[in-house]
């Protein structure tokens, strides 16, 4: 199975849409929901990684090693 690009495919739109969805249906606050989302799109953002002693921001999606990608990918693939 070629898994290459795996978290660079989910959407940060995508990812910030799905987890308003399951904070709204876990009745969170709308003012906790926002800062929450706020946080979350800030640590998507500010994504760095390593590859061959080069750190490198994704243009698009979650780089594969953060701590947040898996459980971004599992929110969004629910």
């Known amino acids: ?3 290459k ?3 660079v495919n989910l959407p ?5 849409k799905a987890t308003r969805y399951w904070l ?3 009745n969170n606050k ?3 929901i926002n800062q929450l989302l706020n946080i979350l799109w800030t640590i998507m953002k500010q994504n760095y990684f ?3 002693d080069k750190f490198y921001q994704p243009q698009r ?3 594969m090693g953060s701590p947040i990608s ?3 990918a599992e929110t969004y693939n629910i």
């Not at 940060?12 to 910030?16: S, W, Y």
């Open 50 to 52: 390593q590859y061959k």
């Open 5 to 7: 690009d795996l978290y």
């Open 70 to 72: 898996g459980t971004m």
């Open 12 to 16: 940060l739109k995508g990812i910030v």
């Open 24 to 26: 709204n249906r876990n």
């Open 1 to 3: 199975m070629d898994i």
């Open 30 to 32: 709308g003012e906790i």
């Open 61 to 63: 999606g979650i780089g």
